[in-house]
């Protein structure tokens, strides 16, 4: 879906004190998320952007 330059919101993660997140995996389609005392992982349906 092309959106020109418009934001969609297509779901929520809340999690407590984040401090950062990544997109990793062979397919970028996990989502790293580091918190004050913890590090999360979610399988996602989709890759993340690639890298440059």
Same mark, same amino acid.
């Not at 990544?22 to 989709?46: C, K, M």
């Given at each position: 879906? &092309? @959106?020109?330059? #418009?934001?969609? /919101?297509? *779901?929520?993660?809340?999690? +407590? *004190?984040?401090?950062? %997140?990544? %997109? *990793?995996? /062979?397919? &970028?389609?996990? #989502? %790293?998320?580091? @918190?004050?005392? +913890?590090?999360? +992982? +979610?399988? #996602? ?5 690639? &890298?440059?």
């Amino acid at each position: 879906m &092309r @959106t020109r330059g #418009l934001s969609i /919101s297509i *779901g929520e993660i809340i999690l +407590a *004190g984040t401090t950062n %997140f990544v %997109f *990793g995996g /062979s397919h &970028r389609n996990i #989502l %790293f998320i580091e @918190t004050d005392n +913890a590090i999360w +992982a +979610a399988v #996602l349906a989709t890759a993340g952007a690639e &890298r440059p």
